[in-house]
C-alpha cells in the first residue's frame, strides 16, 4: 500500500527557535498533502491543504507566517513552526492523495507516522 | 456545510463479540465516507470507505461498514472482536459536490476490547 513518512517522529526544541517537519510518499506521487494537528484525546485538526508548486491553503485561525508549508515535490512537503512557542507543542501529522488514484475525490489521504513537538 | 458525528467516546466489548461503532453525517449531495484506526503515537491508518456501488463495503482487519443514506450513518462493524482491535477509530466525510479533497473528521471513539 502507499507509504508516507515524517521526519523526525519526535523532536524537543526551545522556545524561539523553529523546527522543520518533512512528510514524504515514499512509493507515490501525492497530488496534495495535507497538514494537521493532534491535540491528546481529541480529533484532527486540519491546518492547511498543500499542492505541489503552489501556495497552501490554510485553515481558518491558523498563521501562516507561523506554519510556513513548502510543497517542493509530487513527493515531498515540508511543515516550519518559526518561532516555536509552548503552546505549539503537539502531534503533527500529515497526509498524502494518491495522484490519479481513480474518481476525484474520492481517493483516501494515507496518513504519516506523526511528529511529537514539545517546546520548552 | 459538511459535519460528521460519532456519538460514543469509548465503545467496551468482550473479545468474540460482535462491534459497532456509531457514525452519522452531514452533506449536501452524496458523501463519499472513510474510516480511519489510529494507534497510540501513531498516524492513522485507512480502513475502508464508500465511494459508489454496494452499501456494505469491506476493509482490512475484518472489519467493514454499511452506508444507509436514509439514515445518514456510515456504521463500523466486526463480527468478532479481537483485543488488538483497541485503539482509535475516526470516522470522516467528503461531500461529493464540494470542490476540495478535504475530509472532515468526527470526534474519534475509543474501541476497549476486554479478553
Known amino acids: 500500500g502507499a507509504v508516507v513518512s515524517q521526519h523526525p517522529s519526535r523532536v524537543i526544541c526551545k522556545s524561539g527557535t523553529s523546527v522543520k517537519i518533512e512528510c514524504r510518499s515514499l512509493?507515490?506521487?501525492?497530488?496534495?498533502m495535507f497538514w494537521y494537528r493532534q491535540f491528546p484525546k481529541q480529533s484532527l485538526m486540519l491546518m492547511a491543504t498543500s499542492n505541489e508548486g503552489s501556495k497552501a491553503t490554510y485553515e481558518q485561525g491558523v498563521e501562516k507566517d507561523k506554519f510556513l508549508i513548502n510543497h517542493a515535490s509530487l513527493t515531498l512537503s515540508t511543515l516550519t513552526v518559526t518561532s516555536a512557542h509552548p503552546e505549539d507543542s503537539s502531534f503533527y501529522i500529515c497526509?498524502?492523495?494518491?495522484?490519479?488514484?481513480?474518481?476525484?475525490?474520492?481517493?483516501?489521504?494515507?496518513f504519516g507516522p506523526g511528529t511529537r513537538l514539545t517546546v520548552t | 456545510a459538511q459535519s460528521v458525528a460519532q456519538p460514543e467516546d469509548q465503545v467496551n466489548v468482550a473479545e468474540g463479540n460482535p462491534l459497532t461503532v456509531k457514525c452519522t453525517y452531514s452533506?449536501?449531495?452524496?458523501?463519499?465516507l472513510f474510516w480511519y484506526v489510529q494507534y497510540p503515537n501513531r498516524g492513522l491508518q485507512f480502513l475502508l470507505k464508500y465511494i459508489t456501488g454496494d452499501n456494505l463495503v469491506k476493509g482490512s482487519y475484518g472489519f467493514e461498514a454499511e452506508f444507509n443514506k436514509s439514515q445518514t450513518s456510515f456504521h463500523l462493524k466486526k463480527p468478532s472482536a479481537l483485543v488488538s482491535d483497541s485503539a482509535l477509530y475516526f470516522c470522516?466525510?467528503?461531500?461529493?459536490?464540494?470542490?476540495?479533497?478535504?475530509?472532515?473528521f468526527g470526534t474519534g471513539t475509543r474501541l476497549q476490547v476486554f479478553p
Open positions: 512509493d507515490f506521487q501525492a497530488t496534495t
Open positions: 497526509s498524502a492523495s494518491l495522484r490519479g488514484g481513480g474518481l476525484a475525490g474520492g481517493n483516501e489521504q494515507y
Open positions: 452533506v449536501s449531495g452524496n458523501p463519499y
Open positions: 470522516a466525510v467528503r461531500g461529493v459536490s464540494y470542490n476540495t479533497d478535504k475530509l472532515i
